[in-house]
């Protein structure tokens, strides 16, 4: 668990409430969040609520023919986004333990978003 | 204080582009400066071409057309959102091949860039989201 003293900074937080398929809230929040950094920003992103099961490995596409948001979930590096945060009682409804995560995310506690939300100044909720 | 706006709900399906509506009237009453609304995720379609809504209810496309006429207020749509959504003005028309535009001036076609923009340049961005 994080203090939070050692809570990233940066200049785009982007939460990301939805899980993926069913929506186009998680995919059109991580194009955001991509374009941000594309663009030179130093981006965040916080997975809370049902978000977090964006971050779950071995997903595939949907029956719905989605192309699903694990690709660009891969891509973060590549736009050197590294501040992944996932609210840790979330993943833990979900059963999402840190072996099940394709990508690894920093557990925060609840009462630690707040925090978060203070050391970046542009926020987008998704 | 120089605003922007995020809408992100479709007009009439949910309070969002109403509350912004009514935010950005309150707004410009106050003396602030209204200097952008960027629509994303089903928000682009307050940029309908055609909305026709009974006419004992608002408007929102006018509403947002006379923001842009009385105040210079910029209306840009996430061209990503809204293609996929079937917002086109008559250049993407064109390019995919498609018989007529749904969007037009003063909406315009934009990149995600310009809500980066946005947020970074305004003293203030505030979202409606159903």
């Known amino acids: 668990m994080s203090h939070e003293s050692t ?37 965040s992103l916080l997975f809370m609520g049902p978000g977090v099961a964006a971050l779950a490995a071995n997903q595939q596409r949907g029956p719905l023919e989605q192309k699903g948001t694990l690709p660009m979930l891969e891509m ?14 979330d993943l833990d409804a979900l059963g999402l333990a840190p072996e099940r995560l394709a990508v690894p995310a920093e557990r925060i506690a609840p009462t630690a978003v707040a925090a978060l939300m203070a050391r970046h100044p542009l926020v987008l909720n998704f | 204080m120089r605003y922007a706006l995020l809408v992100q709900g479709g007009p009439y ?14 707004l410009v009453r106050r003396g602030h400066l209204l200097e952008t609304v960027f629509f994303y995720h089903d928000g682009v379609y307050n940029a309908a071409r055609l909305l026709a809504p009974p006419q004992d209810e608002p408007h929102l496309g006018d509403a947002w057309r006379r923001l ?4 210079g207020t910029r209306l840009q749509v996430c061209i990503a ?30 990149g995600l860039g310009q809500l980066v923009d946005a947020g970074l340049s305004h003293d203030r961005l505030i979202t409606f989201a159903p």
């Open chain 2, 68 to 71: 842009h006429a009385e105040h």
């Open chain 1, 7 to 43: 809570l990233p900074e940066g200049d785009l937080l982007v939460v990301l409430r939805h899980g993926p398929h069913g929506s186009l809230w998680l995919r059109e929040g991580l194009e955001a969040a991509l374009v941000a950094a594309a663009l030179g920003q130093r981006v």
């Open chain 1, 76 to 89: 973060l590096p590549l736009y050197e986004v590294e501040s992944l945060l996932a609210v840790d009682e």
């Open chain 2, 13 to 26: 399906s949910h309070q969002a582009a109403h509350s912004a509506l009514r935010f950005a009237e309150a």
């Open chain 2, 81 to 110: 959102a809204g293609l996929r959504r079937g917002l086109l003005d008559e250049r993407e028309a064109a390019r995919h091949g498609k018989a007529g535009a749904s969007l037009e001036a003063p909406f315009e076609l934009t």
